[in-house]
């Protein structure tokens, strides 16, 4: 986003409660990207009051634009920033019911849009914990209702396996900012189907779909996403069902303005919802998107905010249109063990590889966790092919291609 707000000709000011958690420099010596605004400013942005007082400062002493961050924990304030301030943007009580999944549930219900079965309970309260597992059945899915990243979410086959996991969400009470969680656990039932990604961008409550992505799942819980192709290789006619699904989500929720990256499970029974992000994709899809369609929906999220109609979203020249690939593809190398990265062989042909577009990895003595969400990955691939779906068979030959060795300590 900061490289989209100087692309445009425009500048911005960063709003941050911690400037320390972000270095002058990124590891290859370059500024790092949030520090070439116009300002870093410090708040308590964890109080949505605080945020609010420091965003009219900034607004009294030099207009403010446009309000965005890509940060699911600050959607709601940038939001309210944003209503507050009469700027462009997501009304905050569809990016809160976005943002919050059993809310997102609650809304969907209330338009019979079809999904799983689901009931939410107090993560500390047995009782009505057993009582929301009968109502959904297992196998279900235990989920937090307010982290992202699939962080937490796990499959529970029975009673053991769902106090297990309500107990790992009692212990972590704080997320990555520092803010206090909500202790509710979102119980539904297991879906069970391959997962896709809508990706969309809305104004004035006009929805416009750029495509569908197609997900590959794994990792130690079955949830960790290991890879992604765009455009998803299916059917016209699951496209447009998929589409059409996300779409009816996008209006329950009320979501009006902005770039979302809606995530859905095909059943045998059709789509259903799994989430609603109010912001472009995560792991590299826009990416995928940009590599395919010339669209660059981190671009189209910073034109949005600033009240434009995208600009560059007009059928490029067929000269330039027939040379992109046809797909493009990321794959992600997940741990599977805890330790220590010692050495990580076989990227150096990633280099000359005319298929690969970018690649990055960690370095020898990276600290590992058995890969239980997407927070875990040791690195990725992006690759790109002249054939509808080639592009994901070919980023996981390469990455299958690599080895890995772990220790528990590292000499250098």
Not at 256 to 273: M, N, Q, S, Y
Not at 299 to 318: D, K, R, W
């Amino acid at each position: 986003m900061p490289r989209a707000v100087n692309e445009l000709g425009a500048e911005f000011t960063f709003l941050t409660r911690n400037p320390e958690h972000y270095p002058q420099r990124t590891p290859d010596g370059s500024p790092h990207p949030l520090r070439l605004g116009r300002a870093v400013i410090t708040a308590e942005t964890n109080d949505p009051a605080a945020a609010l007082d420091a965003a009219r400062r900034i607004h009294a002493d030099n207009p403010i634009h446009g309000v965005l961050t890509s940060c699911d924990y600050y959607l709601p304030t940038a939001a309210r920033i944003a209503d507050a301030l009469g700027l462009p943007g997501p009304t905050p009580e569809a990016v809160e019911s976005a943002c919050n999944k059993a809310l997102t549930r609650a809304a969907l219900d209330r338009v019979g849009l079809p999904g799983p079965r689901h009931a939410t309970a107090p993560a500390d309260d047995a009782t009505r914990l057993r009582e929301a597992a009968e109502i959904v059945g297992f196998p279900l899915v235990v989920k937090p209702t307010d982290l992202c990243a699939g962080m937490f979410v796990q499959r529970a086959d029975d009673w053991a396996a769902l106090e297990t996991a309500a107990r790992d969400l009692r212990r972590f009470a704080v997320n990555a900012r520092g803010q206090r969680r909500d202790p509710a656990v979102l119980l539904e039932e297991f879906l069970d189907g391959p997962e896709f990604s809508v990706e969309s961008w809305i104004r004035h409550g006009a929805i416009h779909t750029v495509g569908v992505t197609d997900k590959s799942l794994g990792g130690a819980t079955g949830f960790v996403e290991t890879g992604h192709m765009f455009p998803a290789a299916v059917e016209e006619t699951v496209r447009a069902q998929l589409v059409a699904t996300a779409e009816t989500a996008l209006c329950a929720v009320g979501l009006d303005h902005g770039v979302v990256h809606t995530e859905l499970r095909l059943t045998a029974a059709g789509p259903r919802i799994i989430e609603i992000n109010p912001r472009p994709a995560g792991n590299q899809i826009t990416e995928l998107i940009r590599h395919v369609t010339g669209i660059d929906l981190p671009t189209v999220a910073v034109e949005l905010a600033l009240g434009h109609t995208p600009h560059h979203l007009a059928s490029p020249p067929a000269r330039q249109a027939t040379q992109r690939p046809q797909s493009a593809a990321v794959c992600m190398l997940v741990p599977t063990e805890e330790g220590i990265l010692t050495s990580i062989d076989g990227t150096a042909a990633f280099a000359d590889h005319p298929a690969v577009v970018s690649s990055s990895f960690k370095a020898a003595g990276h600290k590992t966790t058995v890969g239980v969400d997407n927070n875990s990955y040791l690195g990725s691939v992006i690759t790109v092919s002249p054939d509808r779906a080639g592009a994901r068979p070919l980023a996981e030959d390469l990455l299958a291609s690599i080895s890995l060795t772990y220790g528990k300590e590292f000499t250098p």
